[in-house]
């Protein structure tokens, strides 16, 4: 059974970066065809997707949260984590990780989410 789990700060300041990890067991974050994603919901709104780190390592974000994004893996610890840079009140919202099992935005696997608070 694959599990993910998120951790990090609850509290962010404005204009600083918001970092996550998110740890998986029961499964590889190097196992073919896999993309490890990053998805957030803002209170009372919708989830929105914000990127994927694939089994190779590549990435894709989006576009709209591209230029402030970065997704990164450690494949010692099996984890995967998400940088966002220059957040405001705006980027407040729980945050989630999940497996894609090949890359269609469907989504099989997540963790519980972790709520991030952007405030001074």
């Known amino acids: 059974q694959v599990q993910l789990q998120e951790s990090g700060p609850g509290l962010v300041k404005p204009s600083q970066t918001l970092s996550l990890t998110c740890t998986v067991s029961?499964?590889?974050?190097?196992?073919?065809?896999?993309?490890w994603n990053w998805i957030r919901q803002p209170p009372g709104k919708g989830l929105e997707w914000m990127g994927a780190?694939?089994?190779?390592?590549?990435?894709r974000y989006s576009p709209s949260l591209k230029s402030r994004t970065t997704i990164s893996r450690d494949t010692s610890k099996n984890q995967f984590t998400l940088q966002l840079s220059s957040v405001t009140p705006e980027d407040t919202a729980v945050y989630y990780c999940?497996?894609?099992?090949?890359?269609?935005?469907?989504?099989?696997?997540w963790g519980q989410g972790t709520q991030v608070t952007v405030s001074s």
């Open positions: 029961g499964g590889s974050i190097t196992t073919s065809n896999y993309y």
């Open positions: 999940a497996r894609d099992p090949s890359g269609i935005f469907y989504y099989d696997y």
């Open positions: 780190i694939t089994n190779s390592g590549s990435t």
